[in-house]
């Protein structure tokens, strides 16, 4: 019998969140609009995808090894605080630039993600004639999602996504001009603290998702995913 041997990994979960997100988003485009599966399906892939947001934000903050002290203020923070204190720790005169159209999406995407958590009445303008009636959905002013989340549906759910991963390949290969590998290496990290060196898992998309997925517009190209 072989000797038992433990071997200790941490998981950060952006592979399942993206999975999630992704396959979620596939799922309501294949049922008609106007059903409750089909909304309930975009809106999980909203989810998933803007939890990629805060997610990767935390990720960087955890590879700077701040002490825990350090560490648990800067946790306080919003999400697009945490990147501009990753970008000004790391590298001399860089910040995100407010008014940027890439700041302004991450402004956009964290108001979404706070419209789920942070309860409150939306008031929805029914215009009748006979027996139907319609309501005008108010929209965003960058991705021109709904910005109520009982109105979500696939295309919503495909410019949230595509507005995520822009952001993301924003920050990542434009501010940090970090190569695809160094990101997998921070965000697929297998190690405590992570490092542009250790150990990581690499995941693997389907050829037609990835194809799918470029024709919706959704960039992944800032990540090596296999």
Same mark, same amino acid.
């Given at each position: 019998m072989e000797d038992e041997r433990i071997e200790v990994c941490y998981e950060r979960n952006f592979d399942t969140l993206l999975f999630d997100s992704i396959l979620t988003l596939m799922q309501s485009r294949e049922i008609p609009e106007y059903g409750e599966i089909h909304q309930t399906l975009a809106r999980s892939s909203v989810l998933s995808s803007l939890l990629l947001l805060e997610m990767s934000a935390n990720t960087c903050i955890e590879s700077l090894n701040l002490g825990r002290a350090v560490f648990g203020e800067i946790d306080r923070l919003p999400i /697009? /605080? +945490? %990147?501009?204190f990753y970008l000004r720790t790391n590298f001399r005169n860089k910040s995100l630039e407010r008014g940027n159209t890439?700041?302004?999406?991450l402004r956009e995407l964290k108001a979404l993600r706070d419209s789920f958590v942070h309860l409150k009445p939306y008031q929805v303008e029914w215009r009748y004639q006979g027996d139907n009636g319609s309501a005008e959905v108010e929209r965003t002013k960058c991705l021109q999602v709904a910005k109520n989340p009982r109105s979500l549906n696939a295309d919503d759910a495909i410019k949230i996504m595509t507005g995520v991963h822009d952001?993301?390949?924003? %920050? %990542?290969?434009? +501010?940090?001009k970090y190569s695809a590998d160094r990101v997998a290496a921070i965000l697929f990290s297998e190690d405590k603290i992570p490092t542009k060196d250790g150990a990581r898992l690499i995941p693997v998309l389907s050829r037609s998702t990835k194809t799918e997925l470029r024709s919706l517009g959704v960039d992944l190209n800032y990540i090596r995913i296999m």
């Open positions: /697009a /605080a +945490k %990147f501009d890439n700041f302004e999406t952001f993301l390949g924003y %920050f %990542f290969r434009v +501010k940090c």
